[in-house]
């Protein structure tokens, strides 16, 4: 069973930075063949996708709004994603999920049950 935590949230004020992280566990396939990404769900809004990262090689895609704000990265010997979010704004609150999603197989898709980010000053 793959279980996926995330951890790091908590409340900050606008233009400060929070790091969040995702510990993946139960994963028997290599880490290396699932693409790591970071949703949100402010309130009254629907999910949507904030960053992703795949290996070989590591490439990144955002959200535009969080661009030049956000990173994410990966290591694969400690199996865990990350998602440094610099300058944030109120807009950034919600709730962060982290999921992995297998490259080639079909239906190897798992989430973590949130973290929660609050902006405000």
């Known amino acids: 069973q793959v279980h996926l935590v995330e951890s790091g949230g908590g409340l900050v004020q606008p233009g400060g930075s929070l790091r969040l992280s995702c510990a993946a566990s139960?994963?028997?396939?290599?880490?290396?063949?699932?693409?790591m990404r970071w949703y949100r769900q402010a309130p009254g809004r629907e999910r949507e996708f904030v960053a992703g990262?795949?290996?070989?090689?590591?490439?990144?895609d955002y959200v535009e709004s969080v661009k030049d704000r956000f990173t994410i990265t990966r290591d694969k010997a400690k199996k865990t994603s990350t998602l440094q979010m610099n300058s944030l704004k109120l807009e950034d609150t919600g709730v962060y999920f982290c999921?992995?999603?297998?490259?080639?197989?079909?239906?190897?898709?798992?989430w973590g049950k949130g973290t929660l980010v609050t902006v405000s000053s």
């Open positions: 990262i795949i290996t070989t090689p590591d490439t990144a």
């Open positions: 139960g994963i028997s396939a290599s880490f290396s063949n699932y693409e």
């Open positions: 999921n992995a999603v297998h490259t080639t197989v079909p239906g190897l898709d798992f």
